[in-house]
């Protein structure tokens, strides 16, 4: 059920994108809002109180109607995991940025592709050239396309194989919303509330980062991918996101990471990969790298459904 439950929402992903998931973000919004406003006192225990409530309801609400729609017929639960990774996974979260950024720069538009990285970071980006957009696209990509989709898909799978149904994706999906808006908080005026949403993100990440990673060496340059993540990844300043970012600089034989300068100041960054500067042929090379990647995810998990049905 997995195996299918995973094709049938990309499949219906790619045939009818949602227009915008922002109605759906406006409301997760306003529903941590409400956990923040009533127990941020700026103690780590309170932080862990609210973390768990704020993830538990919406666990306990969509756990619930599984196995009532199990109940009622197992193609009605087969219907609402699609439903649940269409809303929480996919490229086209992230992938219109990308596209457009693409064109722009295939079209020697650089002040265009400029605006577009500006809009999808939330920074300015007039300061970057053409490498230095590529390069950072290429970064961002990367990293999107593990928290969209990989990261969903390793926690869905988990949680489906233990029979609790696509609450696996939600978890995931609330860990990285609330990493995000409390987690990343200066503690100088958030306190240690974000703590343990911090701390609960980087457990949950800690297997599914490395095994993207791992799959990009797989489907990508082998020796420089083990090269570079053993080199280099523990100089970025998250050494978690230097794992991934590393990996697929080392896959696909590109120059990411360097210094580069948003909102005028100076950003020091390390040199992650080797091999050639970025540019918009390498933005093509990261969408099959990414590709590949999910195809071989499919293709292991094809392997474990047989083995399971044999067995």
Request: proline fraction near 3%.
């Amino acid at each position: 059920m997995s195996l299918l439950s995973l094709i049938a929402a990309l499949l219906l992903e790619q045939l009818h994108p949602l227009s915008s998931r922002k109605y759906l973000y406006n409301w997760l919004a306003g529903y941590v809002n409400f956990f923040q406003r009533n127990f941020n006192a700026g103690e780590a225990k309170h932080g862990r109180i609210a973390w768990i409530l704020a993830v538990g309801l919406p666990l306990i609400l969509v756990t619930s109607v599984h196995f009532l729609l199990l109940r009622v017929h197992p193609v009605f639960a087969w219907a609402f995991s699609v439903l649940v990774l269409y809303l929480t996974m996919g490229f086209r979260q992230f992938s219109h940025y990308f596209t457009d950024i693409h064109v722009a720069l295939r079209e020697k538009q650089l002040d265009k592709a400029r605006t577009l990285l500006g809009e999808w970071l939330g920074k300015s980006c007039e300061e970057l050239n053409y490498e230095e957009v590529a390069r950072v696209t290429i970064e961002q990509a990367l990293l999107a396309s593990h928290r969209n989709v990989f990261g969903v898909v390793f926690w869905f799978v988990v949680f489906m194989m233990l029979g609790l149904g696509p609450i696996g994706a939600i978890l995931y999906r609330l860990a990285l919303f609330l990493y995000k808006r409390w987690g990343t908080q200066d503690e100088a005026d958030f306190g240690n509330y974000g703590v343990f949403a911090r701390q609960a993100y980087h457990i949950m990440e800690w297997l599914p980062l490395r095994l993207t990673a791992s799959t990009f060496a797989i489907v990508g340059n082998f020796e420089d991918t083990a090269y570079c993540w053993r080199n280099q990844a523990q100089n970025w300043p998250d050494p978690e996101t230097g794992i991934l970012l590393a990996s697929g600089a080392g896959a696909l034989g590109v120059r990411l990471g360097q210094t580069i300068v948003q909102d005028q100041q100076p950003e020091f960054r390390p040199e992650l990969g080797i091999g050639d500067e970025a540019d918009a042929d390498f933005m093509q090379s990261a969408v099959g790298l990414v590709w590949r990647a999910l195809v071989f995810w499919l293709f292991m998990l094809l392997l474990l459904t047989v083995a399971n049905l044999l067995g």
